[in-house]
């Protein structure tokens, strides 16, 4: 049986894959000659951080591919999310005096009731496409469009400053060398990666993504799954909003704003498949990793944020084409 | 060279290879003009891969393929489509917001003024072609609209358009009724008759029997023989499939009184408007209640309704003497019943999940070492189900999608048999599946009757439901028109009540 094991194993790990983890040591080595200084503990960490806050979003986004759907609000879920801290820690905004804080309630109820919100409007999006049979596409969109004109209006298009410090903590706090939000993070990767490998849940999750009607007559209720990983992802882009609100000690309705597109980005080039039933968290930090150290990459060589964008492009439709030619999944594939 | 004494099409030595596989070795296959070339072969036999090398859709590795004599090397389909070949395949690929015309004049359209398309010409010519198979169908109908079979019936108007001298079925008659099967053989017949070629593809033996002049098995991507018709009978032909003899005539053991047997699913009066009426039976404790009927009779609309995945108007389930309100496949397996569904690959496995994962996929709760999911227990779990039904597969990890269709079946019914259920349905649980696996796959189902389950087996084919079943039930436009001991039940009764023929 070990050796069954073995085999099937060494089947999965395919040439796309491993041109993923060269396209990475490429960079890393680029990087590195170009900044001397690139892989000193200081600047790892800092990275470390820096990808945080799109990796919860992309974590998030992995538990919607796989279900075989898309969510575009994450971005603007994770702006409004900032934008409610933002306005519970500064409850006084309506009374005139915006500088001081003044809190609506403890801290810690505070992040609990914005999570709540983020979750709340991730089961709308499940609700809507469920229930009345919206594409995942088309409903997201609404929420993308809906939660970020929230926050404009919640917060009247200003921008709130000062957070107290246990906001900040999540966005800017270090545990010893270690930045909070990505020990947050990786403690996010490991859980999900738990939850989709070790679990009913999880294992359902797939077969749902893949094939609804075979998994609704194996007595699995797509549905409820659907339902669940926008909720998930609804969670992780209001964790992400609240630590983005904290790094830059703002609530501001205009931060992340294209996000969406990078964790989709970030979860295609990892390979989980636009199909559904296929891929995973543990995929998608490395195509986090690989869009934020582009990034870094580009900055570095002082290429400006406009042309920026043109090369991610150029990247993202490369790691699809890899990843169409691999999988034989491209939508021509069979033409 | 003399073209008329050429082969129509002659492919020789087609060699097609995977990375891991030989799909083809060597195969010659040849048409000539004014015959039926029947294929046969078992699944993953290599008859999908020559069609669609000779259709132009795949490349060979090795090979010549000429027509009349002249080597052709076909780029696409478009291309193999220029020089007279037409496929028709068991899914037809179809726009089905298109009109009938459309579909059939699809990228040659043809022009009228100021080179706009002709929708004025197009019905003409539409028409024209589909008179000459004599299809009653109007070329402005959505392509959607239509029944499987007339959509056929476009295109083989569409193959007549293209003026296909060489024209491939593969495999109609799984998705069609009898008496469309009839007509699509005189069609076959007339066609024949004009010199066309003609390579048909089927499972079913009496078929080829019926039309073919010649026939070609390939067996594992090598060509076990090509034989005139006349000069073999049904058991040189299915040792040619299988390599090996089998007896078709065995017929099922066990029970074959259900007297004195407990009840365990009663259904009462179960309606649904315009699909099923009245359907009222009683199945018992290690019987096989055969269901038959054409296609569109209600026969796997009432397996659905059953299970819970359609939902139904009025009507009792009892399991047990319980009554059930089952909503959603979920509870009906919570309940003790399930469903092995007619369309295996799109509903009853995942294809691109492993063998160990489809295996295990309703039992995981079972297979978990405190509160997360233990891989040895499921690895154990499903391994051995592989061994006791016989799967063959390399490894546990290996994609569904690789096996042949027996075995994915076998894939589907080791799903089940771990959660102590009651009542197995069966969709078709042998078509498109070759001769030796469905006697597999029958015997599995006859052991589990004998353990006492209690099972249903819906099958389109009478053979298969007169070997297996206790009863027959017979279905006709969605009522239960006869239910039938095995004793009293005969092909002849089967047909007559199957088309609504009520005797007595």
């Not at chain 1, 993070?185 to 679990?199: D, E, F, K, M, N």
Request: net charge positive; charged share 20%; hydrophobic share 45%.
């Amino acid at each position: 049986m070990k050796t069954n094991l073995f085999q099937g194993f060494r089947q999965r790990i395919a040439f796309t894959s491993l041109s993923r983890y060269l396209a990475l040591v490429i960079l890393f080595v680029i990087a590195s000659l170009l900044a001397p200084g690139f892989l000193s503990l200081q600047n790892v960490m800092n990275l470390l951080r820096s990808f945080s806050f799109l990796g919860f979003i992309s974590i998030g986004m992995t538990f919607v591919i796989l279900s075989a759907g898309i969510d575009l609000s994450v971005a603007s879920i994770l702006a409004f999310s900032g934008v409610v801290l933002g306005l519970f820690q500064h409850w006084g905004i309506y009374l005139g005096h915006v500088d001081k804080l003044s809190l609506i309630f403890p801290t810690p109820y505070i992040f609990l009731t914005v999570l709540a919100i983020g979750t709340l409007l991730g089961f709308v999006n499940g609700l809507v496409i469920t229930k009345l049979k919206i594409v995942d596409f088309a409903a997201t969109l609404g929420m993308m469009v809906f939660a970020r004109g929230l926050a404009f209006a919640i917060s009247g298009g200003r921008t709130i400053f000062n957070l107290d410090s246990m906001a900040l903590f999540m966005g800017r706090g270090m545990v010893g060398n270690i930045p909070f939000v990505a020990i947050l993070w990786v403690s996010a990767i490991v859980i999900c990666t738990v939850l989709l490998r070790y679990t009913v849940f999880g294992k359902n999750l797939y077969a749902c993504g893949e094939n609804p009607v075979a998994a609704k007559l194996s007595g699995i209720d797509p549905v409820f799954y659907k339902i669940a990983v926008y909720s998930i992802s609804g969670f992780l882009a209001a964790l992400a909003g609240i630590c983005m609100a904290g790094r830059l000690n703002l609530g501001e309705p205009r931060v992340a704003q294209g996000w969406e597109l990078d964790a989709i980005a970030a979860v295609v080039i990892g390979g989980t498949s636009f199909a559904g039933g296929k891929g995973g968290v543990v995929q998608t930090i490395l195509g986090v990793v690989i869009i934020g150290m582009i990034r870094n990459v580009l900055s570095v060589l002082g290429i400006q944020p406009d042309p920026q964008e043109m090369i991610m492009g150029g990247v993202l439709l490369l790691a699809v084409i890899f990843g169409s030619l691999g999988s034989r999944k491209g939508s021509l594939a069979h033409a | 060279m003399n073209p008329s004494d050429a082969a129509l099409l002659e492919a020789r030595g087609i060699t097609k290879i995977y990375p891991g596989v030989v799909a083809l070795d060597n195969v010659d296959f040849q048409v000539n003009a004014g015959e039926v070339h029947c294929l046969a072969g078992e699944n993953g036999a290599g008859k999908s891969t020559l069609i669609e090398i000779i259709g132009g859709s795949y490349s060979k590795d090795a090979g010549t393929i000429r027509m009349q004599g002249r080597e052709v090397e076909f780029a696409s389909p478009r291309h193999a489509q220029e020089m007279g070949i037409a496929v028709l395949h068991q899914e037809i690929p179809i726009l089905p917001h298109l009109s009938v015309a459309e579909n059939i004049f699809l990228s040659r359209q043809p022009l009228g003024g100021a080179r706009l398309v002709s929708y004025a010409e197009m019905n003409r010519q539409a028409r024209r072609w589909l008179e000459v198979i004599q299809a009653d169908i109007d070329p402005r109908t959505l392509l959607g609209d239509l029944t499987i079979s007339r959509q056929q019936l476009v295109s083989i108007a569409k193959a007549l358009s293209l003026e296909a001298r060489v024209i491939i079925f593969d495999e109609p008659s799984a998705v069609l009724t009898i008496a469309e099967l009839k007509r699509l053989f005189q069609i076959i017949a007339s066609l024949k008759a004009e010199g066309r070629g003609i390579v048909y593809i089927s499972h079913r033996l009496e078929e080829i029997f019926e039309i073919g002049d010649r026939v070609t098995v390939l067996r594992n991507g090598k060509l076990a023989g090509t034989e005139s018709i006349g000069r073999i009978d049904r058991g040189t032909l299915i040792k040619m499939l299988v390599g090996r003899e089998i007896d078709e005539s065995q017929t099922g053991g066990g029970a074959s009184s259900v007297e004195g047997l407990a009840p365990v699913l009663e259904v009462r009066g179960l309606n649904r408007k315009g699909v099923l009426e009245d359907i009222s039976f009683t199945l018992h404790k290690g019987e096989i209640l055969g269901v038959y009927g054409l296609v569109g009779a209600g026969r796997t609309e009432l397996a659905r309704a059953l299970i819970g995945a359609d939902r139904v108007d009025s009507g009792d389930i009892l399991l047990e003497g319980r009554k059930l309100k089952i909503s959603s496949p979920r509870e009906a397996i919570r309940n003790g019943l399930c469903l092995s569904p007619e369309d295996r690959k799109t509903q009853g496995v995942f294809l691109e999940k492993s063998v160990q994962d489809n295996i295990c996929l309703p039992s995981l709760k079972n297979l978990k070492g405190g509160v997360f999911l233990s891989y040895g227990k499921i690895a154990k779990y499903a391994a051995d189900f592989v061994s006791k039904l016989r799967i063959v597969t390399p490894h546990l990890q290996q994609y569904v999608k690789f096996l042949s269709g027996g075995n994915q079946q076998k894939v589907v019914l080791a799903k089940w048999l771990g959660m102590k259920l009651k009542v197995f349905i069966f969709d078709e649980p042998t078509r498109g599946i070759d001769v030796g696996a469905k006697e597999e796959i029958r015997g599995l189902i006859k052991k589990l009757a004998r353990e006492g389950k209690a099972v249903i087996v819906i099958s389109s084919e009478i053979p298969e439901i007169l070997v297996i079943s206790d009863r027959v039930a017979v279905m006709h436009e969605g009522r239960i028109e006869a239910l039938l001991r095995r004793q009293e039940a005969t092909r002849e009764k089967l047909m007559a009540y199957s088309m609504g023929a009520k005797s007595e």
